[in-house]
């Protein structure tokens, strides 16, 4: 079992989306630091279509709330079903880029920690991409009450993340060893922050959620992604 995540780590990492804000999309996109060539670069993007189809065909409709939005990338494949979305992020320099890429009066944005943060009604779905492998082990039961919380009775729950795979990162950085949560992630400028990343067993992780009444079922793609889609019971 490792060691619980100290809440000065959670700072750092927060801090670290705050000053990555402007380079987040050079790892979707494998740019700069997150190329790794013509082959693995085409079979991420195929990956990533992937799981934006199974996205497309889970139809999430009604009033959404996304956490952890970042960019915006998964925000714009929301908005061609729901009828709403609230966004919430920690990072109000994730939240200014997301609202002037996605430019919809039908998404309300809003700063908060995700750690402490509490849905202040329910909603018919709920999105989260590459966030569940920054939530400490010790503090994932909590999350998924948050998460059935924010939920009515039948609501959606989609989320993606990422695979434990070498070249899903930066080739400057190193993931962490097996039973760790922490990794030493880098900005372009060579500054270099302590974040929580963690890895799961997509069969685990079902039954952990349906622990607290959510009954998700957990795919992988070949090489990079894990996602989960299902519903409230």
Do not use: C
């Not at 079992?1 to 989306?17: G, I, K, N």
């Not at 082959?39 to 139809?59: I, K």
């Not at 999350?143 to 919380?149: G, P, Q, S, W």
């Amino acid at each position: 079992m490792s060691q619980e995540v100290p809440t000065s780590v959670l700072d750092e990492m927060r801090a670290y989306y705050r000053e990555r804000a402007g380079e987040y999309d050079e790892w979707f996109y494998r740019q700069g630091r997150y190329d790794r060539g013509v082959q693995s670069n085409a079979v991420w993007f195929a990956e990533a279509d992937e799981v934006f189809n199974a996205l497309d065909r889970f139809d999430m409709r009604g009033e959404l709330l996304e956490l952890a939005p970042g960019t915006g990338i998964w925000t714009e494949r929301l908005l061609k079903t729901a009828s709403s979305i609230t966004a919430v992020d920690a990072s109000n320099e994730m939240l200014a880029i997301n609202r002037a890429r996605v430019n919809s009066e039908r998404v309300v944005y809003e700063q908060g920690d995700l750690f402490s943060w509490q849905p202040p009604r329910m909603f018919d779905g709920v999105f989260f991409g590459f966030w569940l492998s920054h939530v400490p082990h010790e503090r994932l039961d909590a999350f998924l009450d948050m998460l059935a919380t924010a939920l009515r009775p039948g609501g959606n729950i989609f989320f993606v993340d990422g695979r434990r795979e070498p070249t899903s990162t930066a080739a400057n950085h190193q993931l962490p060893g097996e039973g760790e949560q922490l990794m030493i992630r880098k900005l372009n400028d060579g500054r270099a922050f302590e974040i929580v990343k963690n890895y799961y067993d997509p069969v685990a992780l079902a039954a952990h959620f349906a622990q607290h009444g959510l009954n998700v079922t957990v795919q992988e793609t070949a090489t990079f992604f894990l996602y989960g889609y299902g519903k409230k019971e």
